[in-house]
């Protein structure tokens, strides 16, 4: 196999290009979602509401808290993508 001065001049061109956008590009993307981030204040605010009022029989007060902790995780989740 020969090697050509093209095919020699290439390779350190895109070694750089792979290395280079590995190092620049961020673990985690979020983007600007005023609704979502309503959303989620919105949800941090229910949580509170609920964590604050008495405790009732029959669990409502711990299920609730369940889905709102299930709401918050997916929008977080949703805000990451």
Known sequence: MTISRRSII???V??????????VLPLEVTASQPSID???RSLYAAKR?????????DGHRDRALKHLDQAIHELKLYMTV
């Open 10 to 12: 290439k390779a350190p």
């Open 38 to 40: 309503s959303a989620l």
């Open 49 to 57: 509401g609920i964590l604050i009022s008495l405790p009732r029989k």
């Open 14 to 23: 895109f070694f750089v290009a792979v290395a280079g956008s590995a190092s």
